[in-house]
């Protein structure tokens, strides 16, 4: 599952305890592993190896420069839905040659930069994912300005259900993202030959985490007679992006494993790529969700009605996904002995002397917790550190500033050594952007004048 584990009653990354992490860190404290994203990274490759995917990882589930660098080294191409993790991906050494372009807002000034760096260009790997006609008109009225042809693929909705949550699925039909498989012929038709925005390819992304093989299954069977649809028009498709969404070990063994997903995608997928079209992959999720922890300090223990509530120095704006979709992140302290070792990561791992407690952060919010009723170590108190497990994915990425509380530092392991990859913001460094006013030259214009009373 990944390179966190107890050792004679205390938690280590890879080979570093990770109190030793926190005492040079602080806390709280994002831990990456370097040998978790290798190996989840190489695991995903040799799944899908009989259709030899380009792998691009999904910048938004963790984009930090560190963790983008250590995939880059392994040969993985980007998945970017902003101009921001476009940029991230050209500093951490990958081209954007190498990426695939998503998102339903792309700005102009986005779209310009993408085609400039060579996004989409004939001979790269990547392309723009379009999601509406409006969309692909402007990426082919911005390549015509600038004597530029791309390569696009239009985002479908096959209309499956990943059963997952709401705010996480994105392949029903009616959904932000993309054109439903009706509206897909009608699109080629009327799009396919522009001579700027070459329209060669299709991507779907149905939801995330998804934790069996069947909606795969249900979109790669409609994608792939979309394809022959296309063709009998005369669309020729190129490129299918399959998305990812696949699932990660919130709890242990709580995924299924990745050679049963490509079991469920490769036999549908084969055919195609024996024709010539080349696969592409999207993982964020599957391959750093495992990969991260969060370290935390307790400040402070109290007891209200029937209530225990474990106090810590980060909440919400640290790990948002317990208080926005309700999720499950197991947590334990980073010393709690041999006696208290659990040997499973679940909801109750069955050890004495424990008790129910919420695990809330500092913050003026109700919403403000990590876990609610958690069964934790009964004498867990002030100066503890604990342990937020399968926090790598939508951690930092969605942290926030709220009640003025700076970022966390992030610290990347490998083997016995450590390195800090994004420091700590302090108050200083919270307020620079707001010191320095800078006045707006706005155009010359008359006040209107008012209207005389009646």
Known sequence: MDSFSFRNGELFAENVPVRDIAARAGTPCFVYSRATLEDHYDRLVHAFRAIDPLVCYSIKSCPNLGVLRVLAERGAG???????????????????????????GK??????????????????????????????ENIARIARGLNATVRVALRINPDVDPKTHRYTSTGKKETKFGVDLERARRFFATYGRDPHARLEGLHLHIGSPIYTVDPYREAMTKTAALVDELARDGFEIHSIDLGGGFGADYESAQSPPLKDYADAIVPLAKPLYDRGVRFILEPGRTIVANAGILVL?????????????????????????????GSFHFMWPVAPGVD????????????????????????????????LDRVLPASIGRGDLLAVFTAGAYGMSMASRYNSSPLPAEVLVSGTSAEIVRRRETFDTLVEHELKPIALELPAHEAPKLEAAR
């Open 340 to 371: 208290m070792t659990p040997a499973r990561r679940t909801l109750d791992p069955k050890l004495p002397d424990t008790m129910a407690q919420d695990v809330v952060g500092p913050l003026c919010e109700t919403g403000d917790f990590l876990a």
């Open 297 to 325: 300090s307790v400040l402070y223990t109290k007891t209200s009605g029937d209530k225990r509530f474990v106090i810590c120095d980060a909440g919400m704006n640290a790990l948002l996904r317990p208080s926005h979709y």
């Open 78 to 104: 980007m998945d970017a839905v902003s101009g921001g993790e476009l940029f991230r991906a050209k500093s951490a050494g990958v081209p954007l040659s190498k990426c695939v372009y998503a998102g339903v």
């Open 107 to 136: 700005t102009d000034a986005e779209i310009r930069y993408a085609i400039e760096n060579g996004l989409g260009a004939a001979g790269g790997l990547g392309l723009f994912n379009c999601e509406s006609e409006e969309e692909f």
